[in-house]
């Protein structure tokens, strides 16, 4: 009896602590996922945000609020900015009806 009884106190101690750490992993999870915009710069009637995308390259978002086109090109050396690449453009109002329906 008193070793059964340790027995289920160590598997209830250790389920707690497993319980805890799922938490704590779980919470820290949510935390990188989420979307962090503090880099965009917004003025005649142009917003821009570059992104790395972890290859030593970097993305640039840039949105035309005159024509309603959004504009991505990369920088592919992020140190010396010489360059930027054309990669795609899309109208968004005709993005966004083509995501409606």
């Known amino acids: 009896m008193i070793n059964e ?3 289920n106190q160590t598997l209830f101690k250790t389920a707690c602590i497993l319980a805890a750490l799922l938490a704590v992993s779980m919470m820290w999870k ?4 989420v979307a962090v915009a503090g880099g965009a710069v917004t003025g005649e009637g ?3 945000l570059s992104v790395p995308n972890g290859s030593g390259t970097e ?11 959004l504009m991505v090109y990369s920088i592919p ?4 900015r ?11 109002p ?3 009806n083509t995501v409606r329906n």
Do not use: C, G, R
């Open 46 to 48: 142009f917003s821009m």
């Open 82 to 92: 010489k360059f930027i690449k054309p990669e795609a453009s899309w109208l968004l």
């Open 59 to 69: 993305f640039l978002y840039v949105i035309d609020d005159k024509t309603a086109m």
């Open 94 to 96: 005709a993005l966004f």
């Open 30 to 33: 949510s935390e990188s996922n």
């Open 77 to 80: 050396d992020a140190q010396n």
């Open 5 to 7: 009884s340790n027995a």
